[in-house]
């Protein structure tokens, strides 16, 4: 059923905003086929042959500030969602973040919660052996042991994605697709018998995972109280 709740957005401005995700999830160069498939499949229930094919176009960081730097309080929550698409996958990586820096610059955005962002995982970066062309993969994203005394350094960061204010069906449909619906378990990987690698569960992978969790939890909310949706098919 497709909702006929009324967005507090212009369908320009969604279809910008998707844009930016798509082009953050294309940063990378892991944007597989199934991904695709997987988005192509989701802006069909929400847009035409030809918006959808726009919608998979990458945008540069100019063209988006022109639609969605007109509203500081839009902006911040498109780049909430940014960041989540970018620790969605738990490969926060060095293209990513440049991308995020230029959304932000061309927004007129200046955020110290994306600089606290950068700087902790590159101080995780800096003391892990990783690829010159990466930063910091599903490995990486655990932030230093913080004894009980010492300050959360990503509480700002927390604070900041926690206020994301969902008031789209289109985002909130993606943010249901994009982000993991469950804690993958913990497991050993073997081979011929032999324990080579112990994997930790994805909550324990990404210190801002509850973030993700949150914003899922709030996006399924708002489809299923406001626009009346049937929700099953992302549970």
């Known amino acids: 059923m497709v909702s006929t709740t009324k967005s507090a957005y212009t369908d320009e401005q969604t279809a910008v905003w998707i844009r930016g995700l798509v082009s953050l999830a294309w940063a990378d160069g892991h944007f597989d086929t199934k991904e695709q498939a997987m988005i192509s499949a989701l802006l069909q229930k929400d847009f035409t042959a030809e918006e959808k094919a726009n919608a998979m176009e990458p945008i540069s960081a100019n063209e988006l500030a022109k639609v969605l730097g007109r509203d500081r309080d839009l902006a911040e929550?498109?780049?909430r969602t940014a960041v989540?698409?970018?620790?969605?996958d738990q490969d926060y990586s060095a293209s990513e973040d440049k991308m995020l820096q230029q959304y932000c610059q061309a927004l007129g955005l200046k955020l110290d919660a994306l600089d606290i962002l950068r700087d902790t995982f590159q101080s995780i970066a800096d003391i892990q052996p990783t690829d010159d062309t990466k930063a910091v993969g599903a490995s990486g994203l655990t932030p230093p042991n913080i004894h009980a005394d010492q300050v959360d350094v990503l509480y700002p960061v927390r604070d900041w994605l926690d206020r994301m204010d969902v008031q789209d069906p289109k985002i909130a449909r993606l943010m249901c697709k994009m982000i993991p619906a469950q804690c993958p378990f913990e497991r050993d990987?073997?081979?011929?018998?032999?324990?080579?690698?112990h994997v930790p569960p994805l909550c324990k992978l990404n210190p801002l995972y509850?973030?993700?969790v949150g914003l899922r939890f709030r996006a399924l909310s708002y489809l299923a109280d406001d626009c009346k949706e049937d929700i099953s098919e992302y549970v």
């Not at 989540?84 to 969605?88: D, G, K, S």
């Not at 990987?189 to 690698?197: D, H, N, P, S, Y």
């Open 77 to 79: 929550n498109f780049l």
């Open 84 to 88: 989540m698409v970018a620790l969605a």
């Open 189 to 197: 990987i073997t081979l011929f018998g032999r324990k080579i690698v």
């Open 210 to 212: 509850d973030q993700l």
